[in-house]
């Protein structure tokens, strides 16, 4: 708060009275209630998250809701309550089927829509758009008693089923953005020396789209990692880490289940913040190359 | 992220590379289109169809054949109209909050910490932080927080706000908090992404037209971030509409919270699939109509 201070009183000094210009965004008492107003909202939600961490170090057993001191054993044995770390498995072999078939599918359509004109090319877009805008209950109830009426065992399969459908549109709305900032001369470029079609994409356009590839991928493996709404419907006997909290929640979670929520947490997190370090390394790189 | 679906976030297609005609397009488009044919196209085929079913001849629990039993529908708009209301009302009252908490936090991040980018991605990656941990555990600990033991009860029956007998928990007032908590970032991340692109220049010559810090906010402001309060409010409300995992008795619920998601749950679980079917549509069509008023608004060029 004092460097901004600084800033409103560095300007009020050097612009004279009547020109001095409106202070959005520049400090002074609207910004400080602002900013005061706005950590307390960041504060109360991390509140939550907080806990969650919290009572993954609770030393309780099954039922993990009064705090009854600290422990480090549910972090050494996560695997003390074998269904919890069964369903953590199924979430990862969920999450990386759907996440590669639907980045590869997304990605797909991502470049035919962006470089191509074609018949039906609104209707692509309203069918990519309306899983969006459909409650995930109904895609649920959909696609499950779609394979009720078809007879078709569910299974851990069939929720990689239904996670690459709400997937694919995720995928191609981060790809697509991508797609449409890359410079045509670069890929012109690879022509001109006398590079074949395939060698133009593998070695020019997919390395440039691969930063907005990986945060449609990341996008989709966190969706699938946490959606429970939709796999209740499909997943049958099959529990991945959300269904079986969901199922726990009425007899006593074990404290395991916070510690593979909290693991995920910081894991997501460090990831974030290194992209983000890497990312504004490279654009001060390049503000000071060009 | 994707919430450049709604956020008209998106670089301006129009100045993309020359479209050729292909039969590239067709080869890259079809994969993914036939996988969507079949699993959500049909699907919802399957749901209208499955609607209109009614039990089969040897009464077997979940055997049903089609037959146009329209009494699906008044049924359950007959059985489930009040919980229709309150499923719109909660997720109304939800997206309301959200917005509240969401534009001057927005705001904050997307103009006030304009000049300082490390504190911007730092804020950022704190509003998008729930989205890396369980919903269902953060569900849970809210649970916690508005326990009758709790915190927050305790307080609140110490200063009189609530009495000795009153508790939160299974009432309307938890539902209502958990779905706001849980898709505020939803609303949050449109709304920073149209204001992060705010011109301030148009700000400074509203100010120059001498106009007051009210004004400029109402005339200036608020309509060029209008794209990002729109998609906000889609973002927020679809998903809250539809959700049955804060409602649901074992989260913050009781059974006088009961939402259009929880009759779905229910009734499919219990094989009850036609009255299930039937909800489903009725829900996707009261989700459909302003989303269709937003696409005649904005264009389906915008719309992905």
Known sequence: MTTQGAAVLAETESTPRRQRRPRNGRGGAGSLVLGVYSLLALGLMLIPIVYTIVFSFNSARRTNIVWRGFTFDNWLDICDDARVCEAFGNSIIVGVSATVAATILGTMIAIAIVRYTFRLRTLVTVLLFLPMATPEVVLGSGLGSQFVNFGVERGLWTVIVAHIMFCISFVVVTVRARVASLDPALEEAGRDLYASPAQVFWRVTLPLLMPGILAAALLCFALSFDDFIITNFVSGNAETFPKFVYVAASRGIPPQANVIASAVFVLAILIVVIAQLSASARRRKLAKSG | ?304
């Not at chain 2, 719109?88 to 959200?98: H, M, N, P, R, Y």
């Not at chain 2, 369980?134 to 009189?160: M, N």
């Not at chain 2, 509203?206 to 998609?231: E, H, K, M, N, T």
């Not at chain 2, 219990?270 to 696409?295: C, D, G, K, R």
């Open chain 2, 1 to 304: 992220m994707a919430f450049g679906a709604f956020a008209n976030t998106g670089p301006d297609l129009s100045a993309a590379a020359p479209r050729r005609r292909s039969y590239i397009a067709l080869i890259l488009l079809l994969p993914g289109v036939l996988y969507l044919v079949a699993t959500f196209v049909a699907p919802l085929v399957s749901l209208v169809l499955t609607s209109f079913k009614e039990p089969g001849g040897n009464f077997e629990v979940g055997e049903y054949v089609f037959a146009f039993r329209w009494e699906n529908y008044t049924e359950a708009l007959g059985r489930f109209g009040e919980i229709f209301l309150r499923t719109f009302g909660f997720s109304a009252i939800a997206t309301v909050l959200a917005l509240l908490i969401s534009y001057p936090l927005a705001y904050f991040i997307g103009v006030t910490l304009r000049r300082y980018p490390l504190w911007q991605s730092l804020t950022l990656i704190l509003v998008i932080a729930p989205f890396f941990i369980s919903f269902l555990l953060r569900t849970l600990a809210l649970k916690a927080i508005f326990a009758d033991e709790g915190p927050v009860v305790t307080a609140l029956q110490s200063v009189g706000i609530l009495g000795p007998e009153d508790y939160l928990n299974g009432t309307a007032f938890t539902v209502i908090l958990g779905l706001t908590y849980n898709y505020i970032p939803f609303m949050t991340l449109p709304i920073y992404a149209s204001l992060e692109r705010l011109d301030l220049r148009y700000v400074e010559a509203g100010g120059d037209l001498y106009a007051g810090p009210a004004q400029r906010f109402w005339r200036i402001i608020l309509p060029l971030s209008l794209p990002g309060v729109v998609s906000g409010t889609l973002l927020t409300f679809i998903p809250a509409s539809g959700d049955y995992v804060n409602a649901s008795k074992d989260f913050l619920g009781s059974t006088s919270t009961t939402m259009a998601g929880n009759v779905i749950n229910d009734m499919f679980f219990q094989s009850f699939y036609p009255v299930s079917a039937a909800v489903s549509i009725l829900l996707m069509i009261a989700i459909l109509i302003p989303v269709i008023a937003y696409v005649a608004k904005s264009g389906s060029e915008e719309l992905l």
